[in-house]
């Protein structure tokens, strides 16, 4: 089997854990065995299942460091990494050694912190990957697309994990107006 790296991307509330549950659920039905991972500081809901805020799911392994990944993989054709953006930069090369040894990585992960800048190891990890979906919120004040994960709450930090109490999906005027209006 021919590996490749999938990433579906885009900001809070767009639906990307959805998105890779959907996946997930092709690949089974294909007969293919997946394993799950994602990071252990991502204790929002389950401590062993993803879960989207439609409440699917899906079996899961919470792991701290990408090379925890790597000795787990091999009982499984595809890979599904969830939260990916919480993970440090060598989940590229991990994700691209279970790739080159014929699995399908499967990640989602959000593409732009709360300040709109590229997050983490996402840059590096589109770059490396073979396919990927760009997925759009709602803007909550026009129902415009939205990109953006802004954040209401005034925690400090790029890593701040919260749902709907904490960040609001904005569109690009938006998200621009909101922060212009805050300097
Ligand atoms: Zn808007």
């Given at each position: 089997?021919?590996?490749k790296v999938q990433v579906v991307c885009g900001p809070m509330f767009s639906g990307k854990t959805k998105t890779l549950i959907v996946l997930i659920s092709g690949y089974l039905k294909d007969r293919k065995k997946v394993v799950v991972f994602k990071p252990k500081l991502d204790d929002r809901y389950a401590e062993e299942s993803i879960v989207s805020h439609d409440k699917d799911e899906a079996q899961a392994f919470a792991v701290t460091r990408p090379a925890e990944m790597l000795d787990l993989f091999h009982r499984a054709d595809v890979i599904a990494i969830d939260e990916v953006q919480f993970f440090?930069?060598?989940?590229v090369g991990v994700c691209e050694t279970i790739a080159d040894y014929g699995k399908i990585v499967v990640v989602a992960g959000l593409d732009l912190d709360y300040l709109g800048r590229p997050f983490g190891s996402m840059p590096q990890l589109m770059s490396v990957v073979d396919e990927i979906i760009k997925l759009n919120s709602v803007c909550t004040f026009c129902s415009g697309r939205a990109r953006f994960s802004h954040r209401i709450s005034k925690d400090a930090g790029v890593v701040v994990l919260g749902e709907?109490?904490?960040y609001v999906p904005l569109c690009r005027s938006c998200y621009n107006e909101m922060n212009s209006k805050q300097l």
């Open positions: 089997m021919n590996g440090d930069e060598s989940i709907k109490d904490k």
